[in-house]
Structures are given as C-alpha cells and as structure tokens.
C-alpha cells in the first residue's frame, strides 16, 4: 500500500505527484488492451455569444500496440477512426464520406503523424505516451500534489501542472489500478480564458477485442475524399 504526504515536495516538482503520474503510465502501459468512454467538452469563442461549450462522446478501443478505434458523437457529427497498424481510416456517418491514409506502425506514432500532417485530435491522447510524466515536467513551471477530491463519487488523487499559458488538471483514481478519471485544460493566453475537460468511464482493461473491428469498409455510396495536409 502507497502512503503519500501531502507536503513531500522537491525543487518545483511535488515527489508525490511524480509517484502517482508514474504509476497510472506503468498501469496504462502494461495494458494489452483496454477500451473506455470518454466525455469531453470544449469552449469556442464565438463572436456574439461569448465562450460557447461543445460536447462529445467517444467510445475507444485499443489493442497494443498498433489497433485503435475511435467512435466519436458530438458538435462535428457522428464520425469513426479505425487504424489496424497499417492504414488509418477516417468516415463521417453525418455525412457519408470516408478517407483512407497510410500511417506508421504504432498507435503513438500514428497519433503524432496525424495531428502534426492534418491537424486531428485524438482526445486525451496524452494519457498513452510512456512519457506522460516526463512530458508534463518538461513542459511545466511546477507541478502540485494538490490532495483527494471525489469525481462523480469516486475517490481521486488531484495533482496541478502549470506554466505562464495554461495549466492541466488531472484526476486518478485512488485504487489498485491508478486509471485517469478527468482531466481539464485552462488556457490563460487566450481571453476570455478557455477550457478543456475531459471525463473517463466505463474502463474494460485486457477485454478481448476481434482484430476485425479494426478494419474499415466504406458502405456502399460512400464519398472518398483526400485528407489535406495542414
């Protein structure tokens, strides 16, 4: 059993939100598969109204280290993402289109060529880097063992990163398994200050997944289109 003081703190980096961040990414990363949903919501501005939310649903699959599905409902339609270690595969129910792309040979990898080519999210991503941890103190002025918060009635370890433009929030749970329960984004560079929150549920870990749900066929009528870079 870990026990945490809330005061350990070295330097600007809190040594007990260090131990917690690492052990959610050694939970994650032993996973040989695992599936979730994820809520997520996201201030736009718009010129007349202010900071307008929208919401999204995602439902995600995964089985290391190179298959993903994402089916996500929300402001943007109802839209699925299929990659099977070879191809990513992009279609949009709404609207009956689909697009396919070559992609590298791992889920992390894949991720990062997509978003830095075409500039797609895959949300709360961040979560599957094995260098979550190390990402965030790179990136961060000083990260905070905050202390134990409930998130819809589970019991969670709340830890803060910050730096002069944004600050991340991260809520894990307080069990065995250490999973991400929330996350929230706030951005101080931009005015009004927006926010990102995304919210965990319904974890599966190890599930067995068929290899064949990672494929994509276009149904019939389908509109290929071609992805264009950013």
Same mark, same amino acid.
């Given at each position: 059993m870990l026990t945490f003081n809330l005061y350990a703190q070295v330097s600007r980096f809190d040594t007990t939100a260090i131990l917690i961040l690492d052990k959610m990414s050694g939970v994650i990363g032993d996973l040989s598969s695992c599936n979730y949903t994820l809520n997520t919501s996201n201030d736009q501005i718009d010129?007349?109204?202010?900071?307008?939310?929208?919401?999204?649903?995602?439902?995600?699959?995964?089985?290391?280290?190179? &298959?993903?599905? $994402? @089916?996500?409902?929300?402001?943007?339609g109802h839209r699925g993402f299929w990659y099977n270690g070879e191809m990513l595969a992009y279609y949009s129910y709404s609207e009956n289109n689909y697009a396919i792309i070559d992609a590298p040979a791992n889920i992390i990898a894949t991720i990062d060529t997509v978003n830095k080519t075409y500039g797609i999210d895959?949300?709360?991503?961040?979560?599957?880097?094995?260098?979550?941890?190390?990402?965030?103190?790179?990136?961060?002025?000083?990260?905070?063992?905050?202390? &134990?918060?409930? $998130? @819809?009635?589970k019991e969670c370890f709340h830890i803060i990163a910050k730096n002069s433009v944004m600050s991340t929030q991260v809520w894990i749970s307080d069990d065995a398994l250490f999973l991400p329960v929330k996350m929230v984004i706030i951005y101080y560079d931009v005015s009004p200050n927006q926010q990102y929150e995304a919210t965990f549920s319904n974890w599966q870990l190890n599930p067995s997944l068929p290899n064949a749900m990672f494929e994509f066929t276009p149904p019939a009528g389908a509109n290929k289109l071609k992805l264009i870079a950013k």
């Open positions: 010129v007349k109204l202010g900071l307008v939310k929208q919401f999204t649903t995602h439902r995600v699959y995964m089985v290391g280290p190179d &298959k993903m599905l $994402v @089916d996500s409902r929300g402001e943007k895959f949300p709360a991503a961040d979560f599957f880097y094995p260098s979550f941890t190390d990402d965030l103190i790179e990136n961060n002025d000083e990260i905070i063992f905050v202390g &134990k918060s409930s $998130v @819809d009635e």
